[in-house]
T-cell receptor, first 111, second 115 residues
Framework: DQQVKQNSPSLSVQEGRISILNCDYTNSMFDYFLWYKKYPAEGPTFLISISSIKDKNEDGRFTVFLNKSAKHLSLHIVPSQPGDSAVYFCAASANTDKLIFGTGTRLQVFP | NAGVMQNPRHLVRRRGQEARLRCSPMKGHSHVYWYRQLPEEGLKFMVYLQKENIIDESGMPKERFSAEFPKEGPSILRIQQVVRGDSAAYFC?????????????FGPGTRLLVL
Protein backbone atom coordinates (compact mmCIF):
# COMPACT_ATOMS: atom_id res chain seq x y z
CA ASP A 1 0.00 0.00 0.00
CA GLN A 2 1.76 3.12 -1.27
CA GLN A 3 0.72 5.88 1.13
CA VAL A 4 2.79 8.55 -0.61
CA LYS A 5 2.64 8.68 -4.38
CA GLN A 6 4.61 10.57 -6.96
CA ASN A 7 2.83 9.71 -10.16
CA SER A 8 5.25 11.41 -12.54
CA PRO A 9 8.47 9.42 -12.76
CA SER A 10 10.16 12.16 -14.75
CA LEU A 11 9.88 15.83 -15.65
CA SER A 12 11.82 17.89 -18.15
CA VAL A 13 11.92 21.70 -17.84
CA GLN A 14 13.81 24.43 -19.62
CA GLU A 15 16.29 26.49 -17.62
CA GLY A 16 14.69 29.60 -16.17
CA ARG A 17 11.17 28.19 -16.23
CA ILE A 18 9.17 26.84 -13.30
CA SER A 19 9.41 23.20 -12.22
CA ILE A 20 6.36 21.78 -10.46
CA LEU A 21 6.69 18.42 -8.76
CA ASN A 22 3.60 16.77 -7.36
CA CYS A 23 2.90 14.37 -4.54
CA ASP A 24 -0.31 12.74 -3.31
CA TYR A 25 -0.91 10.95 -0.05
CA THR A 26 -3.65 8.75 1.36
CA ASN A 27 -3.09 8.82 5.12
CA SER A 28 -5.03 11.68 6.71
CA MET A 29 -2.90 11.29 9.85
CA PHE A 30 0.18 12.68 8.11
CA ASP A 31 1.03 16.01 9.72
CA TYR A 32 4.48 16.83 8.43
CA PHE A 33 5.79 16.77 4.88
CA LEU A 34 9.27 17.11 3.46
CA TRP A 35 10.99 17.30 0.09
CA TYR A 36 14.42 15.84 -0.51
CA LYS A 37 16.71 16.06 -3.52
CA LYS A 38 18.96 13.17 -4.43
CA TYR A 39 21.89 12.96 -6.80
CA PRO A 40 23.16 9.57 -8.00
CA ALA A 41 25.39 7.76 -5.50
CA GLU A 42 24.63 10.33 -2.77
CA GLY A 43 22.21 10.48 0.13
CA PRO A 44 19.01 12.54 0.03
CA THR A 45 19.49 16.23 0.80
CA PHE A 46 16.77 18.03 2.74
CA LEU A 47 15.18 20.89 0.78
CA ILE A 48 12.08 22.18 2.48
CA SER A 49 9.29 21.04 4.78
CA ILE A 50 5.78 22.02 5.76
CA SER A 51 3.56 21.33 8.73
CA SER A 52 -0.06 20.42 8.21
CA ILE A 53 -1.15 23.62 9.95
CA LYS A 54 0.21 25.62 7.02
CA ASP A 55 -0.61 25.65 3.34
CA LYS A 56 2.56 27.23 2.02
CA ASN A 57 6.21 27.47 2.91
CA GLU A 58 8.83 29.31 0.92
CA ASP A 59 12.62 29.20 0.98
CA GLY A 60 14.43 31.03 -1.78
CA ARG A 61 13.63 29.44 -5.13
CA PHE A 62 11.68 26.61 -3.46
CA THR A 63 8.04 26.78 -2.39
CA VAL A 64 5.96 23.93 -1.07
CA PHE A 65 2.17 24.04 -1.22
CA LEU A 66 -0.10 21.80 0.82
CA ASN A 67 -3.75 21.12 0.00
CA LYS A 68 -5.03 19.00 2.87
CA SER A 69 -8.52 18.54 1.49
CA ALA A 70 -7.08 17.06 -1.69
CA LYS A 71 -4.26 15.29 0.15
CA HIS A 72 -1.84 16.84 -2.29
CA LEU A 73 1.38 18.75 -2.05
CA SER A 74 3.62 20.27 -4.64
CA LEU A 75 7.11 21.67 -4.86
CA HIS A 76 7.71 24.69 -7.08
CA ILE A 77 11.21 25.60 -8.17
CA VAL A 78 11.58 28.94 -9.89
CA PRO A 79 13.66 29.75 -11.77
CA SER A 80 14.89 26.24 -12.56
CA GLN A 81 18.63 25.78 -12.97
CA PRO A 82 20.66 22.94 -14.53
CA GLY A 83 22.04 22.10 -11.09
CA ASP A 84 18.48 21.29 -9.99
CA SER A 85 18.57 18.17 -12.16
CA ALA A 86 18.17 15.30 -9.70
CA VAL A 87 15.58 12.92 -8.29
CA TYR A 88 13.11 14.58 -5.93
CA PHE A 89 11.38 12.64 -3.17
CA CYS A 90 8.47 13.75 -1.07
CA ALA A 91 8.12 12.22 2.38
CA ALA A 92 5.53 12.35 5.13
CA SER A 93 5.23 11.45 8.79
CA ALA A 94 2.23 10.89 11.07
CA ASN A 95 3.12 11.92 14.60
CA THR A 96 5.89 9.35 14.53
CA ASP A 97 9.47 9.71 13.60
CA LYS A 98 9.58 7.43 10.59
CA LEU A 99 9.29 8.97 7.16
CA ILE A 100 7.21 7.46 4.39
CA PHE A 101 8.73 8.24 1.01
CA GLY A 102 7.29 8.47 -2.46
CA THR A 103 9.03 6.75 -5.36
CA GLY A 104 10.61 9.93 -6.67
CA THR A 105 10.45 12.17 -9.73
CA ARG A 106 13.50 12.63 -11.90
CA LEU A 107 13.81 16.31 -12.87
CA GLN A 108 15.93 17.31 -15.83
CA VAL A 109 16.57 20.99 -16.44
CA PHE A 110 17.91 21.65 -19.91
CA PRO A 111 19.49 24.86 -21.27
CA ASN B 1 30.82 20.62 10.72
CA ALA B 2 30.58 16.99 9.63
CA GLY B 3 27.30 15.61 8.45
CA VAL B 4 26.06 12.07 8.88
CA MET B 5 28.90 9.63 8.21
CA GLN B 6 28.44 6.16 6.86
CA ASN B 7 30.97 3.48 6.13
CA PRO B 8 31.80 1.62 4.16
CA ARG B 9 30.42 3.40 1.08
CA HIS B 10 30.49 0.17 -0.88
CA LEU B 11 30.37 -3.38 0.46
CA VAL B 12 30.54 -6.62 -1.48
CA ARG B 13 29.57 -9.86 0.21
CA ARG B 14 29.00 -13.41 -0.92
CA ARG B 15 25.78 -15.17 -0.07
CA GLY B 16 25.83 -16.41 3.51
CA GLN B 17 28.32 -13.85 4.80
CA GLU B 18 27.59 -11.10 7.29
CA ALA B 19 27.36 -7.41 6.45
CA ARG B 20 27.99 -4.65 8.99
CA LEU B 21 27.04 -1.10 8.12
CA ARG B 22 28.08 1.79 10.35
CA CYS B 23 26.55 5.21 10.88
CA SER B 24 27.76 8.16 12.91
CA PRO B 25 25.06 10.83 13.36
CA MET B 26 25.59 14.54 13.08
CA LYS B 27 27.08 16.19 16.14
CA GLY B 28 24.39 16.79 18.73
CA HIS B 29 21.96 14.31 17.19
CA SER B 30 20.95 11.31 19.24
CA HIS B 31 18.21 9.94 16.99
CA VAL B 32 19.25 7.55 14.22
CA TYR B 33 17.14 6.04 11.45
CA TRP B 34 17.96 3.39 8.87
CA TYR B 35 16.31 3.23 5.45
CA ARG B 36 16.77 0.90 2.51
CA GLN B 37 16.40 1.77 -1.15
CA LEU B 38 15.95 -1.00 -3.67
CA PRO B 39 16.64 -0.21 -7.34
CA GLU B 40 14.03 2.09 -8.91
CA GLU B 41 12.15 2.45 -5.61
CA GLY B 42 11.82 5.03 -2.87
CA LEU B 43 13.43 4.75 0.53
CA LYS B 44 11.76 2.37 2.96
CA PHE B 45 11.99 2.86 6.71
CA MET B 46 13.67 0.06 8.62
CA VAL B 47 14.41 1.09 12.20
CA TYR B 48 14.60 4.08 14.54
CA LEU B 49 17.02 4.12 17.44
CA GLN B 50 18.08 6.39 20.23
CA LYS B 51 21.17 5.77 22.35
CA GLU B 52 20.95 2.19 23.67
CA ASN B 53 17.27 1.89 22.70
CA ILE B 54 15.32 0.63 19.72
CA ILE B 55 12.29 2.91 19.42
CA ASP B 56 10.61 1.56 16.28
CA GLU B 57 11.70 -1.51 14.32
CA SER B 58 8.48 -1.96 12.38
CA GLY B 59 10.31 -1.89 9.05
CA MET B 60 12.95 -4.44 9.89
CA PRO B 61 12.74 -7.92 8.36
CA LYS B 62 12.00 -10.44 11.09
CA GLU B 63 15.07 -12.53 10.50
CA ARG B 64 18.76 -11.88 9.84
CA PHE B 65 18.57 -8.09 10.39
CA SER B 66 19.47 -6.32 13.61
CA ALA B 67 20.44 -2.82 14.64
CA GLU B 68 22.03 -1.17 17.62
CA PHE B 69 23.11 2.28 18.75
CA PRO B 70 25.43 1.85 21.72
CA LYS B 71 26.22 4.48 24.29
CA GLU B 72 29.61 4.96 22.69
CA GLY B 73 30.34 4.61 19.01
CA PRO B 74 28.35 4.49 15.82
CA SER B 75 25.05 2.84 15.08
CA ILE B 76 25.42 -0.58 13.44
CA LEU B 77 23.04 -2.28 11.02
CA ARG B 78 23.92 -5.97 10.85
CA ILE B 79 22.70 -8.37 8.21
CA GLN B 80 23.49 -12.01 8.81
CA GLN B 81 23.64 -14.68 6.11
CA VAL B 82 23.10 -12.19 3.31
CA VAL B 83 21.10 -13.16 0.23
CA ARG B 84 21.03 -11.54 -3.21
CA GLY B 85 17.78 -9.76 -2.36
CA ASP B 86 19.63 -7.78 0.31
CA SER B 87 21.52 -5.91 -2.42
CA ALA B 88 20.42 -2.31 -2.02
CA ALA B 89 21.51 1.11 -0.86
CA TYR B 90 21.23 1.53 2.90
CA PHE B 91 20.88 5.07 4.21
CA CYS B 92 21.25 6.33 7.71
CA UNK B 93 19.68 9.58 8.90
CA UNK B 94 19.84 11.52 12.13
CA UNK B 95 17.78 14.22 13.79
CA UNK B 96 18.30 16.53 16.77
CA UNK B 97 17.71 15.44 20.31
CA UNK B 98 15.01 17.83 21.39
CA UNK B 99 11.66 18.91 20.14
CA UNK B 100 9.38 17.23 17.67
CA UNK B 101 12.12 17.45 15.14
CA UNK B 102 11.04 15.64 12.03
CA UNK B 103 13.71 16.86 9.67
CA UNK B 104 16.09 14.00 9.13
CA UNK B 105 19.52 14.52 7.63
CA PHE B 106 20.89 11.68 5.57
CA GLY B 107 24.30 10.20 5.11
CA PRO B 108 25.77 9.22 1.73
CA GLY B 109 24.65 5.60 2.04
CA THR B 110 26.26 2.18 1.88
CA ARG B 111 25.76 0.27 -1.33
CA LEU B 112 25.64 -3.43 -0.57
CA LEU B 113 26.15 -5.92 -3.36
CA VAL B 114 25.62 -9.59 -2.63
CA LEU B 115 27.22 -11.96 -5.11
Amino acid sequence: DQQVKQNSPSLSVQEGRISILNCDYTNSMFDYFLWYKKYPAEGPTFLISISSIKDKNEDGRFTVFLNKSAKHLSLHIVPSQPGDSAVYFCAASANTDKLIFGTGTRLQVFP
Amino acid sequence: NAGVMQNPRHLVRRRGQEARLRCSPMKGHSHVYWYRQLPEEGLKFMVYLQKENIIDESGMPKERFSAEFPKEGPSILRIQQVVRGDSAAYFCASSPSKGRAKTQYFGPGTRLLVL
